[in-house]
């Protein structure tokens, strides 16, 4: 069996991937500070902490985001060598650092965005090689 290029359908899920996860993570960040940064652990203020979480709308976007993010990465990770998904996704770092600077008004410094750089470079290489070394259960080629 020769390895198959990797089909429209990966390449969606991955973008899918790449925008959920760090839009995710951003309003979880974004809702995070919001309610101000957890100091003592005491069993008063984690109750105060957690009700005002679950009652923050930004928090729960994030959440749905994370999880439509969990769905799209586990499709892929059906169909899709895991040695191929996670290198591929890796273009996600550049969605974060564009929403850490411009969401949330962090500063990305020069040096970062060259890492950025060489990782989507990363993902270019990647994504010339099949998304699947193995045939799938009851295939026959």
């Not at 390895?3 to 760090?22: E, N």
């Amino acid at each position: 069996m020769t390895p198959s290029r990797p089909r429209l359908k990966s390449y969606i899920f991955i973008l899918l991937m790449v925008i959920f996860g760090p839009l995710g993570n951003v309003l979880l960040s974004k809702g995070m500070r919001s309610v101000g940064a957890v100091t003592n652990l005491n069993v008063a203020q984690l109750f105060h902490v957690a009700e005002q979480v679950f009652s923050s709308g930004t928090i729960w976007l994030g959440i749905v985001s994370m999880l439509l993010f969990f769905v799209a990465y586990m499709l892929v990770l059906s169909w899709a060598d895991y040695s191929w998904v996670l290198p591929a996704s890796a273009v996600a770092y550049a969605t974060v650092a564009l929403l850490g600077h411009f969401a949330l008004g962090e500063a990305v410094a020069p040096l970062r965005w060259v890492g950025i750089a060489v990782i989507c470079v990363g993902v270019f290489v990647v994504g010339q090689t099949p998304h699947s070394t193995t045939q799938p259960p009851g295939d026959s080629a």
